[in-house]
T-cell receptor, first 111, second 115 residues
Framework: QQPVQSPQAVILREGEDAVINCSSS?????VHWYRQKHGEAPVFLMI?????EQKGHEKISASFNEKKQQSSLYLTASQLSYSGTYFC????????????FGKGTTLSVSS | ETGVTQTPRHLVMGMTNKKSLKCEQH?????MYWYKQSAKKPLELMFVYSLEERVENNSVPSRFSPECPNSSHLFLHLHTLQPEDSALYLC??????????????FGSGTRLTVV
């Protein structure tokens, strides 16, 4: 079952912050975050593993709460280059054969 | 070339045609995947290959037929497609099968239009 992302879209001005959420109705073992710019391939940002750890990539960080079965992506002081669609991905089963992805959150940053 | 390369970038085919999509990775990865990306839909997992063996077929219609002749190449053979099969088809690879610590590397995709 695919993870659920919210919100569907975010519009920001440069320098503003945003939070994108990813939740699942089943137990999560890990969460991946990707960004896809228009017309380009999705690019891996980071992976969150069980343990509630936080990770960072530039001014983008994420948290993972396996008890709540959710992860959040934090974009701080957004830049124009942050625009794109953000996807979270979770293993399709306990064996972790492959990732299944949420529908994505479209982020638009303007100057 | 480095990364994951997909050809062709764009493909228009009739419903009675047979065509193939090609994916090539130069990363030394052991797992490769096909995903379908349609407008307003999530990335849909189609096939998973690990060490050249298919490990998952995600209820994909038989008009899509994958082939993995070696760990660097992945094909998706198409025949008698339907207009609803029009989408962006993305290939990805990872160091090992599943949620790799280093993530997936995606190709830029093939934009398929079925007329």
């Amino acid at each position: 079952q695919q993870p659920v992302q919210s919100p569907q879209a975010v519009i920001l001005r440069e320098g503003e912050d945003a939070v994108i959420n990813c939740s699942s109705s089943k137990a999560l073992y890990s969460v991946h975050w990707y960004r896809q710019k228009h017309g380009e391939a999705p690019v891996f940002l980071m992976i969150l593993l069980k343990g509630g750890e936080q990770k960072g990539h530039e001014k983008i960080s994420a948290s993972f709460n396996e008890k709540k079965q959710q992860s959040s992506l934090y974009l701080t002081a957004s830049q124009l280059s942050y625009s794109g669609t953000y996807f979270c991905g979770t293993p399709d089963n306990q064996a972790g054969t492959a990732l299944i992805f949420g529908k994505g959150t479209t982020l638009s940053v303007s100057s | 070339e480095t990364g994951v390369t997909q050809t062709p970038r764009h493909l228009v085919m009739g419903m009675t045609n047979k065509k193939s999509l090609k994916c090539e990775q130069h990363l030394g990865h052991n797992a490769m995947y096909w995903y379908k990306q349609s407008a307003k839909k999530p990335l849909e997992l189609m096939f998973v290959y690990s060490l050249e063996e298919r490990v998952e077929n995600n209820s994909v219609p038989s008009r899509f037929s994958p082939e993995c002749p070696n760990s660097s190449h992945l094909f998706l053979h198409l025949h008698t497609l339907q207009p609803e099969d029009s989408a962006l088809y993305l290939c990805a690879s990872s160091q090992e099968q599943g949620p790799s610590l280093y993530g997936y590397t995606f190709g830029s995709g093939t934009r398929l239009t079925v007329v």
